[in-house]
């Protein structure tokens, strides 16, 4: 049932170099640096590039492997069998100054392998991923293939590789017969077979149930199951990654300042090799009634728990840009001045806090800001929830008038 042949190690070490590496003669043994691949020992230069290059091609070879029951690891398994492919220097330094990559092959995987990817003739992190998804395969016992978007070719044009469910012809560039006795090559059934069905984990949502209403601050708890380990877990709300927690349990609780209304929550859950499974259900959020449904120094105002006046980004706090109120709306009484943070008061506009009052903005948005205004000041509200820049404009705004920002704005 998806198991693979393998009864070896399941572990692919991306080796950097740091502070390079010395490779010695003789039997592959990656636990010892030693590789058939060089005459005498050799120096490799470390990885060239930067961390993020290094993270954006090591998740780029977890995501080619993914299918498979394999961990693509960075970290040294140190006396721990593994396969190993080391990404790092240059082909001269190994006594390959023609190739971009070299590895060993044998028809069959050969246990504790090492490949070499020569990672200072790379730039693109892309085309390292698939080099280096390439020499590794090799000592699985995959062939070069005449397939463009597969790892295993040599053919261009086909930048986003994974291993393909084809049969296809071996080959450089132009079809020969495979190396290893047949006529053509899958690599994804080869893999498949040799490694086993790569399985995410199975995610059950336990609390809360699907549809359900619920209060502010909800809790979420949630158990995957995986064939051989479960890591991390991230609570999702409306495609919003909101908190990771590291270990089992996977309890969360969901931010007091979720609005009220309808919610996709999602948890997902990781296995060891860094590739999750998710479940996910449609909630709908009860409105907050008073301020004891929400956190410290927030209140409740027309069913959303906000940051209360006297805090930095809470309402009554000067601002200059959407950002800078914790409700993410900025009243501003001109387009680059500064403003004061509202919230809003659209379903009751009794609901501003004391020193507060509810104002009609353009296109009917309603919002609390201060009363005490002054003159020129809150006539008009302006935010950018985030999404672009675009200003609101209270229509209790009108030029020459002596007074604004007036109840709902619609006097004389
Ligand atoms: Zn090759």
Redesign the pocket.
Known sequence: MGAGTNTGSRLLFLNRCEGGCTISPGFEDSRSNHSSIVGSPRELSEWPHTDNQWDSMKRCDEELYAPFEIRVTDTDPGDEPHYEAIVAGSGSELGFPMAG?V?PFACGPIENAISFTFALLYDDMRALCNVVG??SA?AFGLD?EMQCNDPLTYLGGCPNRKFQDVDAPCGEFAARDCDCGVETQNSYQYLLEFLGEGLVPQVTIQTPEDRALLPVGFPVHAEGIDDIAVTRSELWIDDRRIETLEQEPFAFTAPRTLAPGAHTVEVRIFDDRNQYGSTAIEIEQAACESRSDCDFAHICVDGLCVLGPGNAAGIGATCSNSDSCQTKLCAVDAPGHDGVCAATCENSPDSCPSAFHCVTAQGGRRRCIPENGGSGGFCQAGGHGGRGAFWLFLVALFIGRRRCGKGDGDGE
Do not use: L, P
């Open positions: 990559g590895a390439q020499e090799h070069h």
